[in-house]
T-cell receptor, first 112, second 119 residues
Framework: TQLLEQSPQFLSIQEGENLTVYCNSS?????LQWYRQEPGEGPVLLVT?????EVKKLKRLTFQFGDARKDSSLHITAAQPGDTGLYLC????????????FGKGTLLTVNP | DSGVTQTPKHLITATGQRVTLRCSPR?????VYWYQQSLDQGLQFLIQ???????AKGNILERFSAQQFPDLHSELNLSSLELGDSALYFC??????????????????FGPGTRLTVL
């Protein structure tokens, strides 16, 4: 079983701070996705990265896929209380078709 | 709102019982996925159906089964329930098979989940 390790597990910061969360694996993924899940809801896709070294920006969120396609990071600039939630990364393997492997997530709390 | 609906939202039952969870995918989506989310295991893929046929299996117990009907809604049946089956169960849907190619995995749209509590 290919595991995705996310760190930190919990993160509590003040509004306006910057943060980075990580998603690491010993396996190579053909693509990696980041989701945000809010309490009482299902995960919502934020971004998909496909190419090693790829960087994608979504407003204040910056996603990077490692050169070797084994790891990824999510950086949030000037965090806001609305960013609070569980951030999940999920990897897919070429040829594995349908199965996404999820990390256990980073629970982010942004305090006003 | 993802467009995926799940019922019921909450379910409380006793050990040994059997329950059925229902999922309606987004309009036009042919694939339905079931996931189990618990604190210790995280989000685990259980099974996928595409246009009525089973396409992939994950960590699904033999006590669990699923099916997808001609109208594309899906049901997850959990039997001989144990305390450890208490979890959030999510259904997701995607337009196609979900193949991970050079374009990356297809987007899966998740429903709001069913919280199952086994007492």
């Amino acid at each position: 079983t290919q595991l995705l390790e996310q760190s930190p597990q919990f993160l509590s910061i003040q509004e306006g701070e910057n943060l980075t969360v990580y998603c690491n694996s010993s396996s190579v993924f053909s693509s990696l996705q980041w989701y945000r899940q809010e309490p009482g809801e299902g995960p919502v896709l934020l971004v998909t990265v496909v190419t090693g070294g790829e960087v994608k920006k979504l407003k204040r969120l910056t996603f990077q896929f490692g050169d070797a396609r084994k790891d990824s990071s999510l950086h949030i600039t000037a965090a806001q209380p609305g960013d609070t939630g569980l951030y999940l990364c999920a990897g897919a393997h070429r040829g594995s078709n349908y199965k996404l492997t999820f990390g256990k997530g980073t629970l982010l709390t942004v305090n006003p | 709102d993802s467009g995926v609906t799940q019922t019921p939202k909450h379910l409380i039952t006793a050990t040994g019982q059997r329950v059925t969870l229902r999922c309606s995918p987004r309009s036009g989506d042919l694939s339905v996925y079931w996931y189990q989310q618990s604190l210790d295991q995280g989000l685990q893929f259980l099974i996928q159906y595409y246009n009525g046929e089973e396409r992939a299996k994950g960590n699904i117990l033999e006590r669990f089964s699923a099916q997808q009907f001609p109208d594309l809604h899906s049901e997850l049946n959990l039997s001989s329930l144990e305390l450890g089956d208490s979890a959030l169960y999510f259904c997701a849907s995607s337009p196609h098979l979900g193949t991970s190619g050079s374009w990356g995995a297809d987007t899966q749209y998740f429903g709001p989940g069913t919280r199952l509590t086994v007492l």
